[in-house]
Antibody, heavy 121, light 110 residues
Protein backbone atom coordinates (compact mmCIF):
# COMPACT_ATOMS: atom_id res chain seq x y z
CA UNK A 1 0.00 0.00 0.00
CA UNK A 2 1.31 3.41 -0.97
CA UNK A 3 1.90 5.78 1.92
CA UNK A 4 2.70 9.47 1.69
CA UNK A 5 3.55 11.38 4.86
CA UNK A 6 4.04 15.13 4.82
CA UNK A 7 6.06 17.06 7.38
CA UNK A 8 7.56 20.49 7.94
CA UNK A 9 4.46 22.60 8.42
CA UNK A 10 4.21 25.24 11.09
CA UNK A 11 3.70 28.92 11.81
CA UNK A 12 5.91 31.38 9.94
CA UNK A 13 5.99 35.14 9.49
CA UNK A 14 5.24 36.75 6.13
CA UNK A 15 8.33 37.01 3.98
CA UNK A 16 10.05 34.06 5.65
CA UNK A 17 10.75 30.58 4.28
CA UNK A 18 9.63 27.04 5.06
CA UNK A 19 10.51 23.66 3.61
CA UNK A 20 7.97 20.85 3.40
CA UNK A 21 8.82 17.21 2.86
CA UNK A 22 6.82 14.19 1.79
CA UNK A 23 8.13 10.70 2.54
CA UNK A 24 6.87 7.98 0.21
CA UNK A 25 6.76 4.25 0.81
CA UNK A 26 5.08 1.18 -0.61
CA UNK A 27 5.64 1.78 -4.31
CA UNK A 28 8.23 2.68 -6.89
CA UNK A 29 8.59 6.37 -6.06
CA UNK A 30 10.82 7.08 -9.01
CA UNK A 31 8.24 5.85 -11.50
CA UNK A 32 5.70 8.60 -10.85
CA UNK A 33 5.34 12.33 -11.14
CA UNK A 34 4.59 13.98 -7.82
CA UNK A 35 2.50 17.03 -7.01
CA UNK A 36 1.81 19.45 -4.21
CA UNK A 37 -1.80 20.54 -3.75
CA UNK A 38 -3.02 22.90 -1.03
CA UNK A 39 -6.26 23.81 0.68
CA UNK A 40 -6.68 27.18 2.32
CA UNK A 41 -9.03 27.36 5.32
CA UNK A 42 -12.64 27.06 4.13
CA UNK A 43 -11.59 26.83 0.50
CA UNK A 44 -11.29 24.18 -2.15
CA UNK A 45 -8.18 22.40 -3.34
CA UNK A 46 -5.59 24.31 -5.36
CA UNK A 47 -2.90 22.72 -7.50
CA UNK A 48 0.55 24.06 -6.58
CA UNK A 49 3.35 22.25 -8.38
CA UNK A 50 4.41 19.15 -10.32
CA UNK A 51 7.77 17.44 -10.66
CA UNK A 52 8.26 14.71 -13.24
CA UNK A 53 9.29 11.19 -12.25
CA UNK A 54 13.00 11.88 -12.75
CA UNK A 55 13.00 15.50 -11.58
CA UNK A 56 13.82 16.86 -15.03
CA UNK A 57 10.62 18.86 -15.44
CA UNK A 58 8.94 21.16 -12.94
CA UNK A 59 5.76 23.16 -13.28
CA UNK A 60 4.12 25.68 -10.97
CA UNK A 61 0.85 27.48 -10.46
CA UNK A 62 1.10 31.18 -11.25
CA UNK A 63 0.32 31.97 -7.59
CA UNK A 64 3.61 30.41 -6.41
CA UNK A 65 5.87 30.71 -9.44
CA UNK A 66 9.20 32.28 -8.56
CA UNK A 67 8.69 31.73 -4.82
CA UNK A 68 8.25 27.95 -4.45
CA UNK A 69 10.61 25.22 -5.65
CA UNK A 70 9.66 21.57 -5.94
CA UNK A 71 12.36 18.90 -5.80
CA UNK A 72 12.77 15.20 -5.21
CA UNK A 73 15.38 12.69 -4.11
CA UNK A 74 14.55 9.34 -5.66
CA UNK A 75 17.32 7.61 -3.70
CA UNK A 76 15.52 8.53 -0.47
CA UNK A 77 11.91 8.51 -1.73
CA UNK A 78 11.47 12.12 -0.64
CA UNK A 79 9.56 14.99 -2.24
CA UNK A 80 10.23 18.54 -1.07
CA UNK A 81 8.66 21.95 -1.44
CA UNK A 82 10.84 24.95 -0.63
CA UNK A 83 8.59 27.92 0.03
CA UNK A 84 10.19 31.38 0.05
CA UNK A 85 8.74 34.87 0.44
CA UNK A 86 5.68 33.43 2.11
CA UNK A 87 2.47 35.41 2.10
CA UNK A 88 -0.58 35.31 4.34
CA UNK A 89 -2.52 33.85 1.43
CA UNK A 90 -0.18 30.83 1.37
CA UNK A 91 -1.79 29.67 4.61
CA UNK A 92 -3.17 26.21 3.85
CA UNK A 93 -2.92 22.50 4.40
CA UNK A 94 -0.37 21.22 1.91
CA UNK A 95 -0.81 17.74 0.45
CA UNK A 96 1.61 15.71 -1.59
CA UNK A 97 -0.01 13.51 -4.20
CA UNK A 98 1.29 10.80 -6.47
CA UNK A 99 0.43 11.15 -10.13
CA UNK A 100 -0.22 8.26 -12.49
CA UNK A 101 0.07 9.14 -16.16
CA UNK A 102 2.34 11.40 -18.13
CA UNK A 103 2.92 15.05 -17.29
CA UNK A 104 -0.26 16.20 -19.02
CA UNK A 105 -2.70 13.32 -18.71
CA UNK A 106 -3.28 11.34 -15.60
CA UNK A 107 -4.71 11.55 -12.13
CA UNK A 108 -3.75 11.84 -8.48
CA UNK A 109 -4.07 8.29 -7.20
CA UNK A 110 -2.56 8.58 -3.72
CA UNK A 111 -2.46 11.49 -1.31
CA UNK A 112 -0.95 12.22 2.06
CA UNK A 113 -2.90 13.55 5.01
CA UNK A 114 -1.39 17.00 4.70
CA UNK A 115 0.67 19.40 6.77
CA UNK A 116 -0.60 22.81 7.91
CA UNK A 117 1.29 25.95 7.03
CA UNK A 118 0.19 29.14 8.75
CA UNK A 119 1.67 32.44 7.59
CA UNK A 120 1.00 35.10 10.17
CA UNK A 121 2.74 37.96 11.89
CA UNK B 1 -7.15 29.61 -13.82
CA UNK B 2 -10.42 30.00 -11.97
CA UNK B 3 -11.63 27.16 -9.81
CA UNK B 4 -14.23 24.83 -11.25
CA UNK B 5 -17.75 25.50 -9.97
CA UNK B 6 -19.41 22.94 -7.74
CA UNK B 7 -22.52 23.23 -5.56
CA UNK B 8 -21.52 23.94 -1.98
CA UNK B 9 -23.68 21.14 -0.65
CA UNK B 10 -25.95 18.32 -1.68
CA UNK B 11 -27.93 15.86 0.40
CA UNK B 12 -29.90 12.70 0.00
CA UNK B 13 -31.47 9.89 1.96
CA UNK B 14 -30.00 6.40 2.16
CA UNK B 15 -30.76 4.47 -1.01
CA UNK B 16 -31.34 7.56 -3.12
CA UNK B 17 -29.13 8.86 -5.92
CA UNK B 18 -27.43 12.24 -6.03
CA UNK B 19 -25.43 14.05 -8.66
CA UNK B 20 -22.70 16.60 -8.10
CA UNK B 21 -21.95 18.93 -10.98
CA UNK B 22 -18.60 20.47 -11.85
CA UNK B 23 -18.65 23.34 -14.32
CA UNK B 24 -15.57 24.67 -16.02
CA UNK B 25 -14.79 26.23 -19.36
CA UNK B 26 -13.78 25.23 -22.86
CA UNK B 27 -10.18 25.58 -21.67
CA UNK B 28 -10.41 22.84 -19.09
CA UNK B 29 -13.43 20.57 -18.57
CA UNK B 30 -14.75 21.15 -22.08
CA UNK B 31 -11.41 20.53 -23.76
CA UNK B 32 -10.10 17.41 -22.04
CA UNK B 33 -11.50 14.04 -20.99
CA UNK B 34 -9.24 14.22 -17.94
CA UNK B 35 -11.71 14.78 -15.13
CA UNK B 36 -11.11 13.14 -11.79
CA UNK B 37 -13.15 13.12 -8.60
CA UNK B 38 -11.92 12.86 -5.01
CA UNK B 39 -13.63 12.11 -1.74
CA UNK B 40 -12.18 13.93 1.25
CA UNK B 41 -12.83 13.69 4.94
CA UNK B 42 -11.20 16.50 6.96
CA UNK B 43 -7.92 15.42 8.45
CA UNK B 44 -7.66 12.45 6.13
CA UNK B 45 -6.02 11.90 2.76
CA UNK B 46 -8.24 12.59 -0.25
CA UNK B 47 -9.30 9.43 -2.09
CA UNK B 48 -9.54 9.00 -5.85
CA UNK B 49 -13.06 7.96 -6.85
CA UNK B 50 -13.23 8.54 -10.61
CA UNK B 51 -10.53 9.23 -13.21
CA UNK B 52 -10.55 10.05 -16.90
CA UNK B 53 -14.14 11.16 -16.55
CA UNK B 54 -15.82 7.83 -15.92
CA UNK B 55 -13.31 5.18 -14.84
CA UNK B 56 -13.33 3.74 -11.34
CA UNK B 57 -10.14 2.69 -9.57
CA UNK B 58 -9.98 -0.78 -8.16
CA UNK B 59 -11.82 -0.93 -4.86
CA UNK B 60 -14.22 1.94 -5.52
CA UNK B 61 -17.86 0.91 -5.46
CA UNK B 62 -19.73 0.75 -8.77
CA UNK B 63 -22.30 3.02 -7.12
CA UNK B 64 -19.99 5.85 -8.16
CA UNK B 65 -20.09 6.96 -11.77
CA UNK B 66 -18.85 9.92 -13.76
CA UNK B 67 -19.89 11.65 -16.95
CA UNK B 68 -19.38 14.85 -18.91
CA UNK B 69 -21.39 17.05 -21.20
CA UNK B 70 -19.78 20.11 -22.70
CA UNK B 71 -18.11 22.16 -19.99
CA UNK B 72 -19.81 20.31 -17.13
CA UNK B 73 -18.73 17.06 -15.52
CA UNK B 74 -20.89 15.13 -13.09
CA UNK B 75 -20.41 12.60 -10.34
CA UNK B 76 -23.41 10.39 -9.55
CA UNK B 77 -23.66 8.29 -6.44
CA UNK B 78 -26.46 5.74 -6.48
CA UNK B 79 -27.82 3.79 -3.52
CA UNK B 80 -26.52 6.40 -1.07
CA UNK B 81 -24.94 5.02 2.09
CA UNK B 82 -23.97 6.77 5.30
CA UNK B 83 -20.30 6.11 4.53
CA UNK B 84 -20.57 8.26 1.40
CA UNK B 85 -20.78 11.42 3.50
CA UNK B 86 -17.88 13.76 3.02
CA UNK B 87 -16.50 16.41 0.72
CA UNK B 88 -16.13 15.79 -2.99
CA UNK B 89 -13.81 17.64 -5.34
CA UNK B 90 -13.56 17.53 -9.10
CA UNK B 91 -10.33 18.18 -10.95
CA UNK B 92 -9.57 18.88 -14.58
CA UNK B 93 -6.42 19.19 -16.61
CA UNK B 94 -6.29 22.83 -17.75
CA UNK B 95 -3.56 22.75 -20.37
CA UNK B 96 0.07 23.91 -20.22
CA UNK B 97 0.76 21.31 -17.53
CA UNK B 98 -1.58 22.86 -14.99
CA UNK B 99 -4.59 21.49 -13.16
CA UNK B 100 -7.67 23.11 -11.67
CA UNK B 101 -9.89 21.84 -8.88
CA UNK B 102 -13.45 22.58 -7.92
CA UNK B 103 -14.43 24.42 -4.78
CA UNK B 104 -15.77 21.23 -3.25
CA UNK B 105 -19.23 19.86 -2.42
CA UNK B 106 -20.27 18.67 1.01
CA UNK B 107 -22.43 15.57 0.76
CA UNK B 108 -24.80 14.90 3.64
CA UNK B 109 -26.64 11.60 3.93
CA UNK B 110 -29.84 12.38 5.79
Amino acid sequence: QVQLVESGGGVVQPGRSLRLSCAASGSTFSGHGMHWVRQAPGKGLEWVALISYDGSNKYYADSVKGRFTISRDNSKNILDLQMNSLRVEDTAVYYCARFTGDDSSGFFDYWGQGTLVTVSS
Amino acid sequence: QSALTQPASVSGSPGQSITISCTGTSSDVGNYDLISWYQHHPGKAPKLMIYEGSKRPSGVSNRFSGSKSGDTASLTISGLQAEDEGNYYCCSYAGSTTWVFGGGTKLTVL
